[in-house]
DNA sequence: ACCTGAACACCGTTCAAGT
DNA sequence: ACCTGAACACCGTTCAAGT
């Protein structure tokens, strides 16, 4: 028997971390399934057996990421106050410094890894990972005093600052590429449960809407009230001579 | 002689024409050098007489929706007032209503082609024609009377709404692909004349830029600027109690 | 259970050749 | 001047086959 070195044996935790180097190194469009396996000493074919595609690659490098701003956000340093974020400090009280170290976390991941807004922007479907962040950041408006409705306009302005990208947000449905509408339904309730505070956004927007012309999720509403936030503030820091 | 029909004659103009229509009707991943001689009834390799390959394509494709912008910010109608635009109003008089207008009329064009913002973000480098826009923002913002240093993180904070991207605007030489210094200074200077406004703000902003630690464009304070303006504008809303 | 080889239907691009 | 055919080096994916 020849000796032979023996590589440790490919996993789906293996492949994606071998694919976010990849990413890192050389960029999104070097991320090939067939490039991926020569980096892994492996046949392209192969990844099929760990993964159901370079669909589920992509899911599965966006769900590392969102996992990393995560922790990031777990484990921020109060950047500006310099003290230690065991003070009293609850989102209940500032829930503007906990959005601050929220977008602050997200955007450090960005940079760290340049490609993964254009990664955001390539799936179809927004993974339920990045709904999960969504979510936290909903909940740390609607708890420190925001309604739902200007919660949901914060979520686009300040999702499409963070993942520099902007499209609707949570259809659940076209999401899961469903047809049929019961299967639809079962899963937004299983949805639902998980993230409380979009399902309670959805619903009190959805009571709202009267004109649902585009859709309950009318960005050009978002975009004009994202708009004339940056306006006015423009127009208070000229006066202030800036 | 068999009769045959005689198609209308290739040229940059018509391949670009078909190219857009393929990508309003099936999205940008079907624009493809093959499927687009399909289209214009030629092979795919008669497209490299007319277009210098696919990066070209898609250049001009931003070019074309850059144009689209500027027809639709000339012929805009204010959409709020409901008065004709041939008031007495002027860019100085009223920089937020102009800088209004040229943000919707961009948001129309890319409303009109949803993928817009992904072919900008695949653009390695800024497009002249994107610059030229940038350009009239800017100028817009200075005869208002912001400053250079507000419109340059005025420029970030709209345009990666706009466009929805965010990344490092005017680097001309990275921008150009240039080894030479020189080529890049006489390219520079070029630019600069066709480009007041731009020019000057990076002399401004380069001038007072003492710690050059990211480039003179360092996105970090424009991103925290963004996020600052939109979360006082959001404490504001919340105070009122929208 | 895990990996491979051959094959299929695609890409962008080159280059010599046709008219 | 304008277009084509053949060829090259790539893609993702399937599927039967190997160990």
Redesign the pocket.
């Known amino acids: 028997m020849t000796a032979r070195i023996k590589r440790a044996?490919?996993s789906r935790d293996r492949v994606l971390e071998s694919a976010l180097a990849l990413a890192d190194a050389e960029g999104l469009q070097a991320?090939?399934?067939?490039?991926l396996?020569d980096e892994l000493g492996?046949?392209?074919?192969?990844l099929?057996?760990?993964l159901p595609?370079?669909?589920g690659l992509l899911d599965g490098l966006v769900d590392t990421l969102a996992g990393q701003i995560e922790y990031e956000i777990e484990h921020a340093v109060a950047s500006r106050a310099g003290g230690n974020s065991d003070t009293a400090l609850t989102a209940e009280q500032d829930w503007r410094a906990v959005l601050r170290r929220r977008c602050l976390a997200a955007r450090r991941v960005m940079v760290r890894h340049p490609w993964g807004p254009g990664l955001l922007a390539s799936r179809k479907a927004v993974p339920f990972s990045v709904y999960l962040l969504f979510e936290g950041t909903l909940a740390t408006m609607v708890r420190g005093g925001l309604s739902y409705h200007l919660g949901h306009q914060a979520l686009h302005a300040l999702g499409s600052m963070v993942l520099g990208f902007a499209q609707e947000i949570f259809s659940p449905a076209q999401a899961a590429g469903d047809v049929d509408p019961d299967a639809a339904d079962a899963e937004f309730e299983a949805v639902a449960t998980a993230l409380p505070y979009l399902a309670a956004m959805v619903a009190v927007e959805m009571h709202d809407n009267d004109d649902p012309v585009l859709g309950w999720c009318d960005s050009q509403t978002e975009f004009e009230f994202t708009l004339d936030l940056l306006l006015d503030g423009l127009e208070r820091k000229r006066l202030t001579g800036s």
Chains 1, 2 share one sequence.
């Open positions: 044996p490919l991320v090939t399934m067939r490039r396996g492996v046949e392209a074919m192969s099929y057996y760990h595609g370079k669909d």
